[in-house]
Every structure is written in structure tokens, then in C-alpha cells.
């Protein structure tokens, strides 16, 4: 009886030795934005050594962000600059081309008057129109409908007399398209007149010749001021 006692006594306690061991109880802590894994075994220190290698990294790739963000600014404020400066010099170059003279916008019409009736008397007014756009093919009514009155239109002269206008403030740069109408005192209009172009203005006129020159002594220029030299002290 002892001995089996024995037997099981000594079987419970081969189970127990025969059983698995726990592993380590890992404690995780978090400090901020750095993580630290605590190991309860003499390899502690190695766990510390991870983690403290993971934190590295990752300050190394913020500071490459940062650095790359700087550099991503610097670019942005080059681009700026450079489009300030190309404008500055469009506007400039524009200012330059658009130093027209009034007689560079300016278009003088003129044309034979005609009568009261047809080519009898004399008619009672006129009205002239204007555009940047020419007549789609015969479609002259919707032209004018779009066009620009011309003002200042001179009163109709003798049947046979010759009557113009001067028409102000064109584009030099584009083509104009006239086209006139005359009325008799009811108003009966007259049909749609010719079209007349008056093309991109070219500058062919040169400034006038100078016809004052002389030679003469130049001008006594204002003496320029200058500072009293300072004189050095002997040293003691």
C-alpha cells in the first residue's frame, strides 16, 4: 500500500514537472509619442535596444519629412517670384506697344452725297455704323443691328458734294468695317451702302525734323561741395 502511495505521488509530481512554463509577462507603458516594451527577464535590455532603435527611425524620417517640406516652400516662393517678374515684364512690353498717337486710332470716311430724292436735292441725314467683325456674307441687317453708331455725323451736303467723318478712339491693332445710310425728311432710308475697310493702322510717319540745333558752351556746372580732410594728431 505505501509502495503504490508512492507511485502516484511520485507520477502527480513528474506531471508537474513535465508541464510547459509560462512565458514572460510583457508589460507595454507608453511615454508621449515613444513606446517602451518592459520584459520581465534577464533579456530586458534587449527589448530597450528594439525600441529605442524603432524611435530613431522614425525621427529620422520626420526630420527628412520636415526637410523635404522646406524645400517643397523654397520651390513654391522661386515659382512666385519668377511669375511676378514675367509679368512685370509683359506689362512693360504691352505699355510699350500700346504708345499710340491719335492719329494712329483714327479713321476718316469719306464719301459722295446724294439727294432728297435719288440723286435730286439734298437728303436730311445720315447715320453710319461701325464694327471689329465683317458682314457674314449678305447678311448686312444683322451686322448693323451689332454695330456701334458712329456720332457726330455731319449734315448732308448738296447732292453730288463730297461729306466725311472722322471716326476716334479705334483699335490700331484690329480691322474696321463702315457702312452708311441716308434719309430724307419723312425718313425714307436709303439701302445699305458699300463697306468700307479701314485695315491695322501701319506707323509710316517719323517724328519731324529738329530745326533749332546750335552749338553753344556748355553750362558752369555747381561746384560739388567737399568734405575738410581731417588731420591726424601727433601721438604722444
Request: charged content about 20%.
Amino acid at each position: 500500500m505505501q509502495t503504490a502511495a508512492a507511485l502516484e505521488r511520485a507520477a502527480r509530481g513528474g506531471s508537474r514537472a513535465l508541464a510547459p512554463e509560462r512565458g514572460p509577462r510583457i508589460d507595454h507603458r507608453s511615454t508621449g509619442t515613444r513606446h517602451s516594451s518592459c520584459v520581465s527577464t534577464p533579456d530586458s535590455s534587449k527589448a530597450f535596444r528594439i525600441s529605442d532603435a524603432g524611435f530613431s527611425m522614425q525621427a529620422r524620417f520626420a526630420s527628412h519629412s520636415r526637410s523635404r517640406g522646406g524645400g517643397e516652400r523654397i520651390a513654391r516662393v522661386v515659382a512666385r517670384a519668377f511669375l511676378l517678374i514675367a509679368g512685370c515684364l509683359f506689362v512693360s512690353a504691352g505699355a510699350a506697344r500700346a504708345q499710340a498717337t491719335s492719329l494712329d486710332s483714327t479713321a476718316t470716311l469719306l464719301w459722295t452725297a446724294p439727294g432728297d430724292d435719288g440723286t435730286a436735292g439734298r437728303a436730311t441725314r445720315y447715320e453710319m455704323r461701325f464694327r471689329g467683325a465683317p458682314i457674314a456674307g449678305a447678311d448686312t441687317a444683322s451686322w448693323w443691328s451689332s454695330a456701334a453708331i458712329v456720332s457726330g455725323m455731319p449734315a448732308p451736303g448738296a447732292a453730288g458734294a463730297t461729306d466725311s467723318v472722322t471716326v476716334r478712339g479705334l483699335d490700331p491693332g484690329l480691322t474696321w468695317y463702315f457702312v452708311l445710310e441716308t434719309a430724307d425728311e419723312v425718313p425714307n432710308w436709303s439701302n445699305f451702302s458699300n463697306v468700307a475697310v479701314r485695315g491695322p493702322y501701319v506707323d509710316l510717319v517719323p517724328p519731324a525734323a529738329i530745326a533749332d540745333l546750335v552749338a553753344g558752351a556748355v553750362p558752369n556746372r555747381p561746384a560739388m561741395a567737399t568734405s575738410p580732410r581731417k588731420t591726424a594728431l601727433p601721438s604722444r
